[in-house]
């Protein structure tokens, strides 16, 4: 059902969970096999096999999500940036992990989700390595998004916050070259608002600048139609992922790479070219920290003109 999300949120909601689909359906076939029935169990190990190979983001198949930017390795000429975005979890017990990921990492730009009031408070921690902070208010206990940057906003009002906090962007100087940084958190699938969630946030993303970096919280697969229309929204092509960005919590971390899920995503447009993604270590969260470097695509040279020059001998005086 999940293939059919574009039609509705309710099928759309079966896409989140494909690759565990795929291998129960997997396990039925293999059950049909050993008691002969041959066309059952073939049928099923067929379309099981097809539909786990969607959920595989290397082999880029029809169905496995938007248009993804190709990895450049980084110029020698060219400055490197890195942008770290997570999700907090808004009552994270160890708040100082996070921190201190930060000031090993020193990311130029972080964008947090579930910025909770308590979380606003240990951010005037790092104020002073990162004066340049968007904490987007929100009546809802969970916290909005948030952008803090080591680089200057290019003015002072570059930046805004929408859909009652759940969106945040900022304009930010990276060298002279400037970027629109943007961090989103979408709710839950059906029957959560997130369809509608993404209907407000359609005319916001069209405005997003030709240059722009998008990361957050989408709750959603990359295959899902969710992410296929913000990526088509804002004009954006996915930045391959990482690995899987959530997991339940109360399970050990160390089973996060094999059975959780890729929901916390980057997009890219304009003159950015990105080097890599990773995945750092855990914070505290049910999600991931996601790393991304990126440059800047080189400015055009300007044109020289030529210079004439004049052999002696030609000079005549008449």
């Given amino acids: ?88 979890r808004f009552d994270n017990p160890t708040p100082e992990k996070l921190l201190s990921l930060i000031g090993r990492v020193q990311p130029d730009v972080v964008t947090m989700d579930e910025v909770s009031p308590m979380w606003a408070e240990k951010l005037k921690l790092i104020k002073a390595a990162y004066p340049n902070q968007v904490i ?36 930010v100087d990276f060298g002279g070259r400037v970027a629109e940084i943007a961090d989103i958190h979408l709710g839950w699938p059906w029957p959560g608002d997130q369809r509608w969630q993404l209907k407000r946030l359609g005319g916001v993303l069209k405005g997003l600048d030709d240059t722009t970096l998008l990361s957050g919280d989408f709750n959603a697969v990359r295959w899902s139609a969710t992410v296929y229309k913000a990526a088509r929204d804002g004009r954006f092509k996915l930045v391959p992922p990482a690995g899987a960005t959530w997991f339940y919590r109360r399970l050990p971390v160390w089973l996060r790479p094999y059975l959780g899920i890729t929901i916390d995503h980057i997009m890219a447009k304009g003159d950015l070219v990105i080097h890599s993604t990773r995945i750092l270590p855990d914070v505290g969260s049910d999600h991931a920290p996601v790393l991304v470097e990126f440059s800047f695509t080189p400015r055009p040279k300007a044109p020289q003109e030529p210079v004439q020059t004049v052999s002696p001998g030609t000079i005549g005086i008449g």
């Avoid at 565990?20 to 050993?34: D, E, K, M």
């Avoid at 998004?145 to 290019?154: K, T």
Wanted: aromatic fraction near 12%; glycine fraction near 6%; proline fraction near 5%.
């Fill in 136 to 171: 987007c208010p929100t009546r809802i206990e969970i916290g909005g998004a948030a952008i803090i940057s080591r680089r200057p906003f290019a003015t002072a009002n570059s930046w805004s916050c929408d859909d009652r906090g759940a969106f945040a962007t900022a304009r």
């Fill in 1 to 88: 059902f999940g293939f059919l999300g574009t039609y509705g949120s309710r099928l759309d909601a079966f896409s989140h969970f494909r690759t565990y689909f795929s291998l129960a359906l997997a396990v039925l076939a293999v059950a049909a096999l050993i008691f002969r029935a041959w066309l059952v169990g073939v049928a099923a190990l067929l379309l099981a096999a097809a539909a786990f190979a969607t959920t595989i983001a290397a082999l880029n198949l029809p169905f496995s999500g938007p248009p993804r930017l190709k990895l450049v390795a980084a110029s020698e000429t060219e400055p490197v940036y890195r942008l770290l975005q997570i999700n907090l």
